[in-house]
């Protein structure tokens, strides 16, 4: 008998813990439904009716996208109307904003995500999805700040959405970017090897992280003479190239690099005496640098 009661009581709980959980999931999936629904029908079918437009647009246009088209026309038409009809509806704000963005409507777009952001805080809405799209509308604002050089507000917008998003590479990379301008290697070279740590094949990523690392080893003013000397050498532009990389060792005369690719440039050119010179100012730096000693004795060998 108390065994009997035993399981009775143990499936009457499992069915307890089901109606729990289902009642949980319930209300959870209600209260973010509820979190973006709207009070108007209205707004509602204007945004699907924009999203249609917007789906349209980028498969038909293939990436020629302006606001004037058609299509676009119609989907800003219809976001517009969308918030026309409820201002809180965060959704329309959210693609609006993304409309804007694919024509390259830039002011639009920022002032769609700020609200977008505002609407957000005020809700206080809270979700992982909700935190995704958070994290991108901060990016782009950050980027929009970019474009237009506002570079303290671009740092900013792009921290808020990194916190809220540490895995959002694309934003690293405009840290990256913005901190440079700013003349804050320490904090770009960091950005860059974040964008190198979430992903490291993402474009480009490899040469800034270079680039910063270099102008902070051997000076920023250095390293960029260095660049465009390797730039103009690559083209072939001989007596440019020597002027930049000359630049460059006079702005640092421990740069190694930069003398290596004057002994080049001058070897190139048949002036063996002074590429030989410059080879011996990197072994005079680098002592077991092979390659300038291998350079050295091919330019000795042809001024015997």
């Known amino acids: 008998m108390k065994r009997k009661y035993q399981r009775i009581f143990l499936f009457l709980a499992l069915i307890i813990c089901g109606l729990l ?8 999936t209600g209260q973010e439904e509820t979190a973006w629904e709207t009070v108007s029908q209205e707004a509602s079918e204007y945004l699907k009716m924009a999203v249609n437009k917007m789906e349209e647009a980028i498969k038909n246009y293939q990436g020629a996208n302006y606001p004037s088209k058609e299509l676009w026309a119609e989907a800003i038409d219809y976001g517009e109307r969308a918030i026309q009809a409820d201002p809180g509806f965060i959704e329309a704000h959210y693609y609006l904003a993304q409309i804007y963005q694919y ?16 609407l957000i805080q005020e809700k206080k809405i809270i979700y992982p999805q909700v935190e995704q799209k958070l994290a991108f ?12 050089e506002d570079y303290d507000e671009c740092i900013l917008y792009l921290q808020n959405a990194v916190e809220i998003n540490p895995g959002m590479a694309e934003a690293y990379y405009w840290l990256g970017r913005v901190f440079y301008e700013k003349d804050r290697l320490v904090d770009s070279l960091s950005s860059w090897q974040k964008v190198l ?12 992280f270079d680039k910063v690392e270099n102008s902070i080893k051997y000076g920023e003013k250095a ?27 006079r ?7 930069a003398y290596y690719w004057l002994g080049r440039v001058y070897y190139e050119r048949g002036n063996y005496q002074e590429a030989a010179s410059n080879w011996k100012e990197v072994l005079r730096l680098e002592p077991e640098n092979k390659k300038a000693n291998y350079w050295l004795k091919q330019a000795e060998k042809q001024l015997k």
């Not at 740590?197 to 800034?208: G, H, L, M, S, T």
């Not at 702005?251 to 690099?257: T, V």
């Open 103 to 118: 024509t390259n409507w830039y002011y639009r777009e920022a002032k769609e995500w700020g609200k977008y952001i505002e």
């Open 197 to 208: 740590e979430i992903n490291p094949e993402y474009p480009r990523a490899q040469y800034f």
């Open 251 to 257: 702005s640092n005369p421990n740069f190694s690099s």
């Open 137 to 148: 509308a901060y990016y782009r604002l950050g980027y929009a700040a970019y474009q237009r």
């Open 223 to 249: 390293y960029s003479h260095y660049e465009a000397g390797y730039n103009l050498y690559e083209q072939k532009l001989f007596e440019q190239a020597i002027y930049e990389y000359r630049q460059a060792v």
């Open 21 to 28: 959980l289902e009642f949980n999931f319930c209300f959870a």
